[in-house]
């Protein structure tokens, strides 16, 4: 099993980052980190639980928390 972090995991590049790990069953995601879109990061944190999660903006963290 592939343990990857995703850094801008609600960016273009992130998304489509995880599109590739949905497909590819050999791969997880241990740690996840965005900038301040919570509501997407949120989606993803559902879906791939990571163990670490990360947002730069702490006032978004704060409501993310």
Not at 11 to 39: C, F, H, P, W, Y
């Amino acid at each position: 099993m592939k343990k990857i972090v995703i850094l801008g995991s609600t960016g273009s590049i992130g998304t489509q980052t995880l599109e590739v790990v949905r497909e590819n069953e050999d791969m997880e995601v241990v740690a996840l980190a965005a900038r301040g879109n919570t509501e997407l990061l949120e989606k993803h944190i559902l879906e791939f639980h990571p163990k670490l999660v990360c947002v730069y903006d702490e006032k978004k963290a704060a409501e993310l928390k």
